[in-house]
């Protein structure tokens, strides 16, 4: 039967399917990239390339206000990750290396409920929360939210990543009267530092893109980068936002492409080969 | 969720066996108190009384229910009827979700099938060009959509200059915009846990329906699409159960014809209706919706098993 395609795992007309998923991936990204250099007062018609934009989103009339939203975002995102991720170690050490203990099964539903309860539910959930105790919503509650939703983003790559170490290395080490602790510190803690740097990335992208529960429990007068955007676009769409979303893009596909690299740093830690993670 | 390792997949170590209870403490105050208790406020909220302008009062009442299920007229003394206004946002809202989530399985069934069937690192890198994506922040995913499909946008400016067309083409504040941005955020849900299932699959199944003189076809429909069910199904849960409550897609490319169970949540707290009790009775409605989902789903899972 020559002639005939007798690769089974090839089917005719998926490569077209592939690429055009992928067009239709990139290619709304792509037009505004490519707009946010255009020169023109107008976002429909074409000037010429410049960075004017750009050059408007920081020294421009609206400049104060994206730059205190930026400042929140990150303030923000850097302490949710560094709490969720200090949270999703000890909960993935519990899980993974402790045993049996009471509520370990509930313990899983409730790591990933951030997860299955739809964000609007959740913004709502804790604003009533918020307000019932009387909190004033600010620039704490937002940080409190995304803690909270953060954590399972944390804890997905840390728990995979410990569950690829064997137990033997910190079984050598307390046959070599390494306390409990220094079996952590020592053995555990180097192996898992590349889990752990990826899932707090992951928990930063999460928190700095979140805009549901942020703009919930968010007071009147504090805005994050998303809110931000929002408010702006309500009026319209803005050369200078076209530039904005550009610059968040990049961090974000940055931070990812960094968390992706790092996440496959020192291998697989198995026993057949060299632990270089440390 | 789907790819979170369950405790029990493997045998665990007990190296620090009597730490369990200390060391989970933390995820469970954090989400506990800031999480489960919220709900359960939120829950109870749905039954109190409502305050003009938000807020509540603390006296019990079923009206956030009643008026979300029954009409009983302006002076709530005629005879009940059932009231679609909101059952109907709800159907829309189910409906457009549907069908996102049936796009997304029309272009993320074969893209998960050919980066599956890469060798090596070419399938590493296609999934990561798959992933991008949906790590850019979706407001500017759908801001972008919303840019690119306006009356004046890119697209249609290209179609008039080529002639194509002489009027705009309208999709922006349509159904069809909104299921076009629900499939353009949630995408990629569709292709990774699909991706998985298909690396699993194993393909003496295939050469041996070939053998017995099966047709692509036949082995695709017979064979092939049973044995990857679980990632389809997780795949169209994944991209169904955001869908439903989206706001952002609703909101910034529909319009007032496409409102969505999101926007409506969301009117209640920070638009002008002002409704909390109601917005937490929707809340509890379309919460008992994904459990519903979720749980038809885990029972799916533990019969596959068997």
């Known amino acids: ?278 | 969720m789907a790819a979170v390792p369950h405790p029990n997949a493997r045998a665990t170590s007990d190296t620090y066996i009597g730490f369990g209870v200390p060391l989970i403490l933390p995820a469970w105050v954090i989400i506990g108190f800031f999480l489960v208790v919220p709900v359960a406020m939120m829950l109870m909220y749905s039954f109190l009384t409502k305050e003009f302008r938000g807020g509540v009062i603390w006296e019990f009442s079923i009206a956030a229910y009643d008026q979300f299920f029954f009409d009983r007229g302006l002076f709530g003394d005629s005879p009940p009827t059932i009231e679609w206004t909101y059952i109907s946002i709800f159907w829309r809202s189910i409906w457009q979700a549907g069908v996102a989530t049936f796009f997304c399985l029309i272009i993320g069934f074969p893209t998960a099938w050919f980066i599956a069937t890469r060798t090596g690192r070419n399938s590493t890198i296609w999934l990561f060009l798959i992933t991008i994506p949906y790590w850019v922040n979706l407001l500017i995913r759908t801001i972008s959509m919303k840019f690119l499909i306006r009356d004046n946008g890119p697209i249609n400016e290209f179609l008039i200059s080529s002639g194509l067309i002489t009027e705009p083409f309208h999709i922006i504040n349509t159904n069809l915009a909104v299921q076009l941005g629900l499939f353009y955020s949630y995408l990629p849900f569709m292709v990774l846990p699909i991706y998985a299932a298909v690396e699993r699959y194993n393909f003496a199944l295939s050469e041996a329906a070939a053998d017995l003189y099966a047709s692509r076809t036949v082995t695709l429909t017979k064979i092939i699409l049973p044995a990857v069910k679980p990632g389809i199904v997780a795949g169209c849960i994944l991209v169904f159960v955001p869908s439903l409550g989206a706001f952002l897609a609703p909101d910034l490319l529909g319009g007032a014809k496409t409102f969505m169970i999101g926007s409506l949540i969301e009117e209640q707290f920070k638009g002008n209706a002002g409704n909390w009790p109601f917005g937490a009775a929707a809340s509890m409605i379309l919460l008992s919706l994904v459990l519903i989902v979720l749980t038809l789903y885990a029972r799916q899972q533990t019969r596959d098993q068997d």
């Not at chain 1, 089917?11 to 055009?20: A, I, K, R, S, V």
């Not at chain 1, 804890?155 to 220094?182: K, N, S, W």
């Not at chain 1, 510190?185 to 752990?196: C, N, S, V, Y």
Request: a positive charge.
């Open chain 1, 1 to 278: 039967m020559a002639g005939k395609n007798l690769d089974l795992r090839r089917f005719p007309g998926f490569l077209p399917l592939t690429l055009l998923c992928l067009f239709l991936l990139y290619a709304p990204l792509i037009v505004v990239m490519g707009y946010s250099f255009n020169d023109s007062n107008s976002i429909t018609r074409w000037d010429t390339v410049s960075l004017r934009w750009y050059y408007d989103v920081f020294y421009g009339v609206d400049a104060p206000k994206f730059k205190a939203a930026a400042l929140n975002s990150v303030s923000i995102a850097l302490m949710a990750a560094t709490s969720a991720t200090l949270i999703a170690t000890m909960a993935a050490t519990a899980m993974l290396r402790a045993g049996r203990f009471r509520g370990k099964s509930v313990s899983f539903a409730l790591i990933n409920l951030p997860l299955m309860v739809p964000e609007i539910v959740t913004a709502v959930a804790t604003l009533i929360f918020f307000s019932a105790l009387g909190f004033t919503t600010g620039y704490l509650t937002i940080l409190i939210a995304h803690i909270v939703f953060c954590i399972p983003f944390a804890y997905l790559p840390i728990a995979a990543r410990m569950q690829g170490i064997e137990a033997v290395y910190e079984q050598a080490a307390q046959d070599l009267y390494a306390t409990r602790f220094q079996a952590f510190r020592l053995i555990l803690l180097p192996l898992m530092t590349p889990g752990i740097m990826s899932g707090f990335l992951l928990a930063f992208i999460i928190s700095l893109d979140d805009f549901i529960i942020t703009n919930f429990v968010k007071g009147a007068g504090i805005e994050t980068l998303p809110t931000a955007i929002f408010g702006a676009v309500k009026q319209g769409i803005k050369p200078n936002i076209m530039a904005i979303s550009t610059l968040l893009l990049v961090v974000s596909v940055g931070f990812v492409a960094l968390s992706y690299f790092v996440g496959r740093m020192g291998g697989n830690a198995k026993p057949t080969t060299t632990p270089k993670g440390d």
